[in-house]
């Protein structure tokens, strides 16, 4: 027995409809849903009937395709996760800074931490924090032979360089990639 076609016709409204959302910015998936369009005919409607966004400041945000519900929830577990993260930063900074030991500093934020500390707590902390840092070949160059301590922009850089496959890990980048940065 023969069934009828499965599908959709959609007014000419419906598509004008679709193609203002369209043009104002959101995605086609949300318009796809919203209006219950297959979005490969959406997509052939917009080439062939040379849809074109609108530029402007104003346009609104187009819809993620998890939803705004979703993509909110998303967004604040993401939120709550940095502000933590944040804070365990802070502490282990403020410790550092007001004379703590050094062990619990991040890599990243050792060349600021060593600076800040050879500025302000004095040279006896600043011979303690070479000692210690000794340990880590890759910390030679910090230090001239007058025992003076680099910059901290050729700190950051000594410190990015020497630990780069870690810094490419974190940052997500694939062996192979982009493997002229940093």
């Known amino acids: 027995m023969f069934e009828g076609s499965s599908r959709k016709l959609r007014s000419e409204e419906t598509w004008a409809e679709v193609r203002r ?3 104002r910015g959101e995605t086609g998936a949300s318009l796809a849903r919203r209006y219950d369009v297959g979005l490969a005919n959406l997509w052939r409607r917009r080439a062939s009937e040379g849809w074109r966004r609108r ?3 104003n ?3 187009p819809e993620p395709l998890e939803g705004w519900d979703r993509h909110a929830r998303r967004r604040l577990e993401e939120y709550q996760v940095r502000v933590e993260e944040t804070r365990m930063l802070a502490e282990s900074l403020a ?3 007001t004379g ?3 062990a619990g500093v991040p890599l990243w934020h050792v060349a600021f931490v060593l600076r800040w500390r050879a500025e302000r707590l004095g040279p006896e902390t600043a011979a303690e ?4 840092l000794s340990q880590y070949p ?3 160059g910090f230090w001239d032979g007058d025992g003076r301590l680099a910059a901290l922009e050729d700190l950051d850089a000594m410190v990015l360089d020497a630990n780069r496959e870690q810094w490419r890990e974190e940052m997500g980048l694939p062996v192979g990639a982009a493997e002229s940065v940093p």
């Not at 924090?129 to 210690?132: I, P, T």
């Open 129 to 132: 924090d070479r000692e210690y």
């Open 138 to 140: 890759w910390t030679a």
């Open 95 to 97: 410790g550092a800074m």
């Open 59 to 61: 346009d609104p945000a």
């Open 55 to 57: 530029d402007g400041e």
């Open 21 to 23: 959302g369209w043009e």
């Open 100 to 102: 703590g030991p050094l």
